[in-house]
């Protein structure tokens, strides 16, 4: 009988328990809507998810929406009391972190990303290592309105100040809305630093040096940084290339549903870019089912993350078509490590954030309460709703 | 011929693993999902007569030899409870203990009484709850006189179903609280609820991790504390015990039942050792009992007090 270690006692990082951090940087893309920059004390894959924790507020769980050398992005709306109050942070505040958590995405060619407001967060990471790993996606943001993707304009701001991207096809840029607060107590980055990438780009530089203007913003030790190439702006450039945007009132990109577009990019209407030339792709990734041999260009796979109704209409659009399919899920959830059960789904228990929060076609296919409302942090569901939920009476005659 | 069938309270276990409460007893599906994984019986999440959100989070940290909860009886309601119990039921055959709680002595009367109605195999009775001291005071369980009285209260309205009192090891003699409550019928003993409270500062901030600043500490650090508190209570009562306390690996579950437990409580393992911790155990059980040829639990039972 094999010994088994109480999991946490191995090698560092202790990933489930608490540690604090100070907050590196934080990007302003609007009224309650900013990207918190920290150091990586663990690696983390896209879709899986950290837990940030304010004294005296509370723990909530958060998407990475972005990394560099480093560092990690996470991008933050404020809905609720927890997130209003991160908006008052300020860069070197001290925030605690843990995670990874759950199961993120299949990094595959041929992805079609799909997303609904800040449900973008997670899916903007995904692309910046779709890219890095030289796979070929197209990702269609879709918002409420241009001040719902806004935060979608920087993929990178540390290394997107001295580097020539055209980003105005997609991201009309803005004047005032956007800024980066300083950090206090940090000198400001020279203008010679960060030359990566500039010389193929130069001359296309438009973005606002007031703007971007960013402070020397060292990263603390970094000890898992896995993925240098994503400083490479290359690698930004082609998420913008795949990036399409959907908004209701139709104040950027194109007036509609995201879902409408995901028709259009399986009947080639939306051609997903080639895959970047000498990307290390092969030497770097296994390769997804739907992988390499392809036709770059050919959407093979859907990744979802937004509301829940855009998830299933994803869902269903997938399932007509025989698309394979992974949704990031959202629940109330409090441990973070699978032992609370406040988020375990009903029809198949799947604990959603460990066995989640991104779900297979497979994951989903028995789970009862897709149309329900979600339980609170009492477990207690808001609602009922008799016509949907299954009546104990009749689960005697469905098959489980 | 299955050397792990087990009678609790006259209740046939297919395996003495039950999962504690606390740990994804929130819903039918998620508890079938643990009897699938092993379990014997599964237990809820402690439930009130009326809905609580629970203390906010951080409410359950890991550390270097356990898990550090505050989430504070965070319950939907014994009212939605009893759907869930009932789905549970039809779906699944096996055997669930329901766990209750109370504020008041009569509260736990109230509450037997309600969650009768969707006739859990056993009530669990949480008298020892470590994280609500500052609403509720300190736990009944820390005063056999009070576990006596609560005990012939919920046994009286309980509808003839079993009932086990969950103990805390923090009291001057778990034995004599395990005795007041057989004496005022209760039909087996729950030993033991998490330990403490205890608390951990992050060095950074300068705060305690927990929301609600301390909370009962599982997991490894508490096994040699359950495995003495059953062997105390196997001296001092004669009905059942559910050994529960820091079982992570399937050797703490051999050494709680050669300590007395009939049951064995699995809780913090859940996330110590995964969901298999229900399977791997019953392996090792099995395969242990066959190496010493004992035909079932029961010869063994504890056998460490010969």
Redesign the interface.
Known sequence: ?N??L????GDPP?A???Q?VRILRIVEHGEGLKSFWVPAIFNIEPGQFI?L?L??V???PFAVSGSAEGELEITIKAVGPFTRSIMNCRPGD?V?IRGPFGKGFSLKNGAVLVGGGIGNAPLKFLAQRLSVAGMSYSWLAGGRSKADIRFLRYINPAETQNCSISTEEFFPRSSNNSKILPRSGRSRRSQESGERGKSENSGKLNLDESKLSLDELKPLDSPCSSHPRENVIGDFISIFESLHIFTDDGSEGRKGLVTDGLAEVFSGVFPLPEASPGADAGKRMDGGAGGRGLPSSVPTFICGSGPEPMLLATRQFALSRGIPVELSFERYM?????????C????????LCVEGPVLTEKQMAGV?EFRLSH???????AIRNTTEAPK?TE??ERK? | MNRLATDLCGIRLESPLVLAS?????????????SEAGAGAVTT?SCGIG????H????????????L?A?GL????IE?MN?EI??FK??VGKPLIASIFGKTEDGFGEAAARISLSKPDLIEVNVSCPNVASEFGLPFAADADACGRITHMVKERANGIPVSMKLSLQCPSIAAVGRACQENGADAITAINSVGPGM?I????R?P?L?NQVGGVS??AIMPLAVRAVWDLFRAVTIPIIGTGGV????DALQLILAGATAVGI??G????GLDIFS?TNA?LA?WLERDECSSLADIRGSAHG
């Open positions: 009988m010994v088994l109480w999991p946490i006692s202790m489930d328990t608490m604090t837990t924790w004294p005296k509370d723990e909530k001290w605690g409090k441990c973070g490590i699978g032992l609370c059960g406040q375990c789904l009903d029809g198949t228990g799947i604990r009862t339980r609170s942090s009492s477990g207690r569901r104990v689960l005697t489980i | 606390g740990i994804m007893g929130m819903s039918a599906s998620s508890m079938k999902r643990i999440k809905e609580r959100k629970g906010p989070c951080p409410c359950v940290i890991p550390f270097e030899h356990g898990l909860n989430v965070a319950n939907p309601g939605e759907r009932s789905e039809i779906r951990l992050d060095l950074n901030v705060k991790i929301a997991g490894a992570t690996r399937p050797e809780g913090s859940v996330y110590a050792y791997a090792f395969q």
